[in-house]
């Protein structure tokens, strides 16, 4: 599975889910880290951890296995380390404290509109 399938499962299964403000950012250019973050919020530690119980089962159901997760027992900041795409699950306020976007903002935007629920 290339990165951009994969991104679309990532966003299509956090959509699903009911994540909330989904963002995806090329890095691969300001960083040797991964290439895709993929960030969004929960509204709770169990949807948080939801999110990423059900995005690890997607993926691994097509033949892609996490490399490295870290934050879910707290379950305010869960992220998931794919290699060539990270992605964030945050609490809002985690979210607005750390301001990926912000730290990340050389980075370029994807559109993902295409893929979300209206």
Same mark, same amino acid.
């Given at each position: 599975?290339?990165?951009?399938?994969?991104? /679309? #499962?990532?966003?299509? =299964?956090? *959509?699903?889910?009911?994540a909330i403000d989904i /963002? @995806?950012i090329k890095v691969e250019?300001?960083?040797?880290? =991964? %290439? &895709?973050? #993929? !960030?969004?919020?929960? =509204?709770? +530690? =169990?949807?948080?951890?939801?999110?990423? *119980?059900?995005? %690890? @089962?997607?993926?691994?159901? $097509?033949? @892609?296995? #996490?490399?490295?997760?870290?934050?879910?027992?707290?379950?305010?900041?869960?992220?998931? *380390? &794919? !290699?060539?795409?990270? !992605?964030?699950?945050?609490?809002? *306020?985690?979210?607005?404290? &750390?301001?990926?976007?912000?730290?990340? $903002?050389?980075?370029? +935007? !994807?559109?993902?509109?295409?893929?979300?629920?209206?």
């Amino acid at each position: 599975m290339n990165n951009l399938e994969m991104i /679309k #499962v990532i966003v299509k =299964t956090l *959509d699903s889910k009911k994540a909330i403000d989904i /963002k @995806v950012i090329k890095v691969e250019e300001l960083t040797s880290l =991964t %290439e &895709y973050f #993929v !960030i969004c919020n929960g =509204t709770s +530690s =169990t949807q948080i951890k939801s999110l990423a *119980d059900e995005v %690890e @089962v997607i993926l691994e159901q $097509a033949g @892609v296995k #996490v490399n490295h997760r870290e934050g879910y027992s707290a379950g305010n900041w869960v992220l998931l *380390d &794919y !290699i060539s795409v990270i !992605i964030h699950i945050f609490h809002k *306020d985690m979210r607005e404290f &750390y301001s990926l976007e912000r730290l990340w $903002a050389d980075g370029e +935007s !994807i559109d993902i509109s295409k893929l979300l629920s209206k």
